[in-house]
């Protein structure tokens, strides 16, 4: 499995929105994609005003993206509450 990670944006503080950040991650996982044998994507767009404008998963192997997106819920739980 590879190494699921949550991912922080370094922001522009002239930018109000991190599109070329967005787009860069989005080129990167292309090229993956292109490169390899990937089965499954799932994908969440967020507005600039905290709005959900789409999200989807292609079905392949559902039960291994459910177990991803659990594991990316946990780390970036974790890395924003402090802990104790």
Do not use: W
């Not at 190494?3 to 370094?10: A, E, N, Q």
């Not at 080129?27 to 990937?38: G, R, W």
């Not at 404008?53 to 993206?65: A, E, L, S, T």
Request: aromatic content about 8%.
């Amino acid at each position: 499995m590879a190494d699921l990670k949550v991912v922080s944006f370094k922001r522009n503080e002239k930018a109000e929105h991190d599109h070329e950040t967005v787009i860069e991650y989005l080129e990167k996982m292309l090229e993956y994609a292109k490169s390899e044998q990937c089965i499954s994507v799932s994908a969440i767009m967020i507005s600039g005003d905290g709005n959900v404008i789409d999200c989807f998963h292609n079905g392949g192997k559902p039960y291994v993206m459910i177990g991803a997106m659990e594991q990316l819920k946990s780390d970036f739980m974790a890395s924003q509450i402090e802990p104790r």
